[in-house]
């Protein structure tokens, strides 16, 4: 069965009732058929919220937004930890590779934080941290495909993010159309 990892944007576009949200929501009844392995990446729960849910609900809002679109927390991929950005009983703990490989993923996909990292608001370095470590615990855990409607910063890096292990990048409507088109 191909494996499928959402990017957050795509739970976004499918909440927020955008054209990629009808594509996620086809990828989301595939794996409710049995047709697909769709999941989510917990670092996710770190993204978009207010800073004063952060510390306590973050989490718990996350589980809730996954229940609302179809999914549930435990198709949530478990990142590598990071202090201060990592939720207790949904990371795992990282090797010296791991964090290796996150460094160069950063370089290519959020390379601003190494240029104006403290220039930037919380929320935007959070977001970078977030596109970063996503694509990480995608590739840490094996998955086919990952799926974004963020072309910028990863599809248009295809060439060297496949030169570190990513198999496949796709926005929804692609991966509807190679996976899903028969059905």
Known sequence: MITLKLD???IIALENGEVDGKYVARLIDAFEGGLLDVAVTSVSAAEN????VWETKRYETFEKRLAKV???????VAAPAVIGRSFIGSSVIQS???V?????IRKIVAPQLDRSGALMSE???TNLFCDASTLHAHMLSG???FVTNNVRDFQRKIGELKALGVKEILTPKEAV???LSEN
């Open 8 to 10: 957050w944007n795509c």
């Open 49 to 52: 919220m207010p800073r004063e």
């Open 70 to 76: 179809g999914l549930s927390a435990r198709k949530a």
């Open 96 to 98: 010296v590779e791991d």
């Open 100 to 104: 290796e490989l996150y460094e160069k």
């Open 123 to 125: 929320k935007k370095r």
């Open 143 to 145: 998955r086919d495909v």
């Open 177 to 179: 159309e190679k996976y």
